[in-house]
């Protein structure tokens, strides 16, 4: 099993516990309660990866012929650093806007590939970042402002943030919602956290965007 998988696996189990007990202290359209200890419930199998294409948005990054595509932080090193998903398919070749530094080789990019939810398979050229034009995705919100208190939504960011640790790829809030960023969910997680905190409180958000 790949580390990024482990990664995914734990984040879940984590996660698991943080809804069953938020579950609990929190019903539906109110704000979660700040808890300490609860019961894994979740199937961490139970998402689904993308059947098609997903293109994806980073870092590409080569440590002596072992590449990822890093999605979420990477370290402002020289060269840089980060923990990603491992890519399979993935050659300099023909593509601009790379550096390297002993037998580290990155650039960002916009990758097109598969993923099976443990590694990404790329299947068409990819896209220097400084080029590409992304499609805004849609508002989950609707533009709609949130109504739960900053700390309620404090509290339930630090306990999401402890609890998924690196499976989260950024953790923030905005506009009155808790927003998590992971690297995929067909909508398991976000009906999860619905169930736990009532809908409109936390908002699941995913890194690779379907194509087709």
């Given at each position: 099993?790949?580390?990024s998988?482990?990664?995914m696996?734990?984040a879940?189990a984590?996660?698991?516990?943080v809804?069953?007990v938020?579950?609990?202290?929190?019903g539906p359209?109110?704000?979660p309660?700040?808890t300490?200890?609860?019961s894994?419930?979740?199937?961490s199998?139970?998402?689904?990866?993308?059947?098609?294409r997903?293109i994806?948005t980073g870092?590409v990054l080569d440590v002596?012929?072992?590449?990822?595509?890093?999605?979420g932080?990477v370290?402002?090193?020289?060269?840089p650093?980060?923990s990603?998903?491992?890519?399979d398919?993935?050659?300099?070749?023909?593509?601009d806007?790379s550096e390297?530094?002993g037998?580290?080789?990155?650039?960002?990019?916009?990758v097109?590939?598969t993923?099976?939810?443990?590694?990404?398979t790329v299947t068409?050229p990819p896209?220097?970042l400084?080029?590409?034009?992304?499609?805004?995705?849609?508002?989950?919100a609707?533009?709609?402002?949130?109504?739960?208190?900053d700390?309620d939504?404090a509290?339930?960011q630090?306990?999401l943030g402890?609890?998924l640790g690196d499976?989260?790829?950024t953790?923030?809030?905005?506009?009155?919602y808790v927003?998590?960023?992971?690297?995929?969910d067909d909508g398991?997680?976000q009906?999860?956290?619905?169930?736990?905190y009532?809908?409109?409180?936390?908002?699941?958000?995913?890194?690779?965007?379907?194509?087709d």
């Amino acid at each position: 099993m790949s580390t990024s998988h482990r990664r995914m696996l734990l984040a879940a189990a984590a996660l698991a516990g943080v809804l069953c007990v938020a579950g609990c202290a929190a019903g539906p359209g109110s704000s979660p309660a700040p808890t300490s200890s609860g019961s894994p419930t979740w199937d961490s199998g139970a998402v689904v990866p993308p059947e098609g294409r997903v293109i994806g948005t980073g870092t590409v990054l080569d440590v002596a012929g072992e590449t990822q595509l890093c999605l979420g932080a990477v370290a402002e090193s020289y060269p840089p650093q980060c923990s990603g998903i491992p890519l399979d398919g993935w050659t300099w070749d023909g593509v601009d806007g790379s550096e390297t530094s002993g037998d580290v080789t990155w650039g960002t990019y916009a990758v097109y590939g598969t993923y099976d939810g443990e590694r990404y398979t790329v299947t068409d050229p990819p896209i220097m970042l400084a080029l590409y034009d992304p499609v805004r995705p849609d508002d989950p919100a609707g533009g709609i402002e949130g109504t739960s208190s900053d700390a309620d939504l404090a509290r339930a960011q630090d306990k999401l943030g402890a609890s998924l640790g690196d499976g989260a790829l950024t953790l923030w809030t905005d506009r009155g919602y808790v927003w998590v960023q992971v690297v995929w969910d067909d909508g398991t997680l976000q009906a999860a956290v619905d169930a736990a905190y009532g809908e409109g409180v936390v908002f699941v958000t995913s890194a690779l965007r379907e194509i087709d």
